[in-house]
C-alpha cells in the first residue's frame, strides 16, 4: 500500500531554515509528480510546492516563492522540500502527496517562533 512518511520538521527561530523529507512506497515514484502541502492550526490545508517525475519543472506558491526549494532523489524514493528565512506564518503541520493518489502521511510539524 502507499506509505508516505515525512520527516525534518522542528522548532526553528524566524529567518532559520529547516530541510524536510518524505519517504515514499506504494507506487512508482519515479514516474509521479509530487506535491508538498501544509495547514496551519484553525486553516485549510493549501498547496505549497510540487515537482515533476524527473525534477525537472518545478512549481511554487506565492508566498513560498524565493525561500522554498523542492527537489527529489528517484533512487531514494524521497522528496525534499528546504525551506529558508522562515517565519511565524510558516508554521503548519507539513505533507507530501502524489499528485493523483488520495493517501496522505502523517505529517511533520514546523514551528517559527522566537
Known amino acids: 500500500q502507499v506509505q508516505l512518511v515525512e520527516s525534518g520538521g522542528g522548532l526553528v527561530q524566524p529567518g532559520g531554515s529547516l530541510r524536510l523529507s518524505c519517504a515514499a512506497s506504494g507506487f512508482t515514484f519515479s514516474n509521479s509528480r509530487m506535491n508538498w502541502y501544509r495547514q496551519a492550526p484553525g486553516k485549510e490545508r493549501e498547496w505549497v510546492a510540487a515537482?515533476?517525475?524527473?525534477?525537472?519543472?518545478?512549481n511554487y506558491a506565492d508566498s513560498v516563492k524565493g525561500r522554498f526549494t523542492i527537489s527529489r532523489d528517484n533512487a531514494k524514493n524521497t522528496v525534499y522540500l528546504q525551506m529558508n528565512n522562515l517565519n511565524p506564518e510558516d508554521t503548519a503541520v507539513y505533507y507530501c502527496?502524489?499528485?493523483?493518489?488520495?493517501?496522505w502521511g502523517q505529517g511533520t510539524q514546523v514551528t517559527v517562533s522566537s
Open positions: 502527496k502524489e499528485q493523483w493518489l488520495t493517501d
Open positions: 515537482i515533476s517525475n524527473t525534477g525537472g519543472i518545478t
